[in-house]
């Protein structure tokens, strides 16, 4: 048994956020979703979304597609009504976290649950990810495409009036996991540091 099966608990897990419903997001955008997935697998990370249809799912795809581990954090508080009230899919998954919190708690819990967070097309509940992940200071990758929710993440920065030096602009999948994964990175050692002192 290797390190990293002996102590899987210190794997990255990187959260996929995204629009559910995705009739805005253009032509690239399942491509470009199943791209990311994929890629956070091939760069040993753990995918985790909010269990749900559209941006989030694609991304499970891709991420099962190359073999990886793919959890979902859902509104519901149980399977049932997960399926019947939430119409929220099963597929994809490797498991699912019913938390019973409804959206707004759930993506609390999802953006704190990981170690940094990729936000895709979306719409306004992936604008409270990133603003629940900005206000953590939570690495943030925002993977730019057809659609247009990096320009309105620009603007939200450049009107919130506050820096963070933790977000990452880029529209290649590839390129964003790697280097939010060399963010978090870099942030766990200097944690580690402060906690040493």
Same mark, same amino acid.
């Given at each position: ?56 799912? *694609? ?5 099962? $597609? ?80 057809? *659609?247009?929710?990096? $320009? ?46």
């Amino acid at each position: 048994m290797d390190e990293t099966e002996k102590h899987g608990h210190k794997k990255i897990k990187l959260c996929v956020s995204g629009a559910a419903e995705t009739g805005h997001c253009g032509p690239d955008a399942m491509d470009k979703a199943k791209e990311l997935g994929r890629e956070i697998v091939r760069q040993g990370a753990v995918l985790v979304t909010g269990a749900t249809t559209g941006f989030p799912m *694609w991304s499970s795809m891709g991420a099962k $597609e190359v073999g990886g581990i793919s959890v979902g954090l859902s509104p519901a508080a149980t399977e049932k009504e997960h399926i019947e009230v939430y119409r929220l899919p099963m597929d994809y998954m490797d498991l699912i976290i019913y938390t019973g919190f409804g959206f707004q708690m759930r993506d609390i819990l999802l953006t704190r649950s990981s170690d940094a967070i990729l936000l895709g097309c979306g719409r306004i509940g992936t604008i409270h990810e990133f603003t629940v992940a900005f206000e953590d200071r939570r690495p943030i990758g925002i993977l730019e495409g057809s *659609w247009d929710t990096a $320009e309105t993440f620009k603007t939200i920065l450049e009107r919130g009036h506050r820096e963070n030096p933790y977000i990452i602009f880029d529209s290649d999948p590839k390129r964003l996991v790697t280097r939010v994964i060399e963010m978090v990175k870099k942030r766990k050692v200097a944690e580690l540091d402060l906690a040493k002192k």
